[in-house]
Nanobody
Framework: QVQLVESGGGLVQAGASLRLSCAAS????????MGWFRQAPGKEREFVAT????????YSAESVKGRFTISRDHAKNTVWLQMNSLKPEDTGVYYC????????????????WGQGTQVTVSS
């Protein structure tokens, strides 16, 4: 069955870095765009970054541009989110998601979701 398993979250201080990983299985990874989303307590889930099937096109939310980088490796069926210069407002549960075809920032377009990994940034 389809599985997306996130890892790499944790508690860090502001200014630190974290690298989230998402291991995919159960579908043809190379034919799916991949995305990262996050949800803070009491807020709706929001788009963070997405990457195209070939990894040639990426989109990032304005709030993370210049700090977060999404990447993927088809040999490892894995997508990463490198997060630098973390801020307290980056705190939340981070989810990996997959959708067939082209990337989009639209949450509802994604077919598969992981269980999430908690990122907490202290000030």
């Amino acid at each position: 069955q389809v599985q997306l398993v996130e890892s790499g979250g944790g508690l860090v201080q502001a200014g630190a870095s974290l690298r989230l990983s998402c291991a995919a299985s159960g579908f043809t990874f190379s034919t799916y765009a991949m995305g990262w989303f996050r949800q803070a307590p009491g807020k709706e889930r929001e788009f963070v970054a997405t990457i195209s099937r070939a990894g040639l096109t990426v989109y990032s939310a304005e709030s993370v541009k210049g700090r977060f980088t999404i990447s993927r490796d088809h040999a490892k069926n894995t997508v990463w989110l490198q997060m630098n210069s973390l801020k307290p407002e980056d705190t939340g549960v981070y989810y990996c998601a997959a959708k067939p075809g082209t990337p989009t920032t639209d949450t509802v377009a994604y077919a598969y979701w992981g269980q999430g990994t908690q990122v907490t940034v202290s000030s």
